[in-house]
């Protein structure tokens, strides 16, 4: 072969390894909200980890950005992880150290055994954690183990694309670990209960989480908000119900402010009567899936 010709064959080779890497174009669930009085504001749904980036930002979602005057996350921060890791370890200190092992729901030892057995994770050392601080690096460890990361999520992406205007927060990550923090200890406890039970199954089930996101499937979502951690009444007020109430006034401010927002939050709290749209439109909102 002439050197021409190498050259040629490389090139195409690579052309076809770039075509192999082409982002997958996904449809995440999207909403417009409009006011009596001309206000507007989009809600779109996001998943905080995926094993690759997609190609997410649809006809629909950039006319939606082209129009929002600032970018509203759970977490503003969220691509700082020095400044998430200090949020969380300045709250996930154990008043003083006791076996992970001891905390567990009744009936649930050996789970925890084989989740640590699985995953590779040593217990010791979440010996000196609150409960919910365990019970979030045990669900991190399974998210690693199925392939998801959260630089890929689409929080993250959603700011990159906020470009000169104001990215602002519902919560921001210390208030986050607060509500964890703020849980009784009986929840706590359920709430890794909640975790190891899922550790065979975990990496099916965020395959199917994913996918549920990317087609926009409310009704798949909806029932996530219902099932595993938040099939505990206690649980799904803290972590869901009473937060998206909390979100809805504070879009309530903004939109009386003449703002235009973008909310780029998780998908569940965008799911069902007690998710955002619901919520804003019991208070008289125009609120209408676009995408």
């Known amino acids: ?87 969380f370890a300045q709250l996930a200190a154990a008043p003083q150290p006791i076996a992970l092992r001891t905390r567990l729901p009744a009936n649930t030892a050996a789970s925890f055994d084989r989740f640590v057995t699985q995953y590779k994770v040593d217990p010791a050392p979440l010996a000196k954690l609150d409960t919910w601080a365990a019970a979030i690096i045990l669900a991190q460890a399974a998210q690693a183990d199925a392939g998801s990361d959260s630089a890929n999520g689409i929080d993250r992406a959603v700011k990159k694309a906020a470009g000169s205007r104001p990215v602002e927060e ?75 109430q909390a979100w809805r006034d504070q879009l309530v401010i903004m939109l009386a402010r003449g703002q235009r927002p973008f909310v780029a939050v998780g998908t569940a709290h965008l799911a069902g009567p007690e998710g955002l749209p619901a919520l804003l439109a019991s208070r008289g909102y125009r609120v209408r899936r676009i995408q």
């Open 1 to 87: 072969m002439s050197n021409s010709s190498r050259w040629i064959a490389a090139a195409l080779a690579l052309l076809a390894l770039a075509g192999c890497r082409q982002a997958q174009p996904v449809t995440p669930a999207l909403w417009q909200v409009d006011g009596p009085h001309g206000e507007k504001a989009w809600l779109f749904g996001t998943i905080h980890a995926l094993p690759r980036p997609v190609a997410w930002r649809s006809a629909a979602v950039n006319t939606a950005l082209a129009q929002a005057d600032r970018i509203v996350l759970e977490v503003a921060e969220i691509d700082d992880q020095a400044a998430l890791e200090t949020s």
């Open 170 to 244: 519902f919560e921001g990550a210390d208030r986050q670990f607060r509500i964890f923090d703020g849980l009784p200890e009986a929840d706590q406890r359920d709430l890794l209960g909640a975790v190891i039970a899922d550790a065979g199954s975990a990496r099916a089930d965020t395959r199917a989480l994913e996918q549920e996101w990317q087609r926009g499937d409310l009704a798949a979502m909806e029932r996530e908000t219902t099932t595993g951690m938040m099939a505990d009444p206690e649980l799904r007020a803290a972590l869901l119900v009473q937060r998206n």
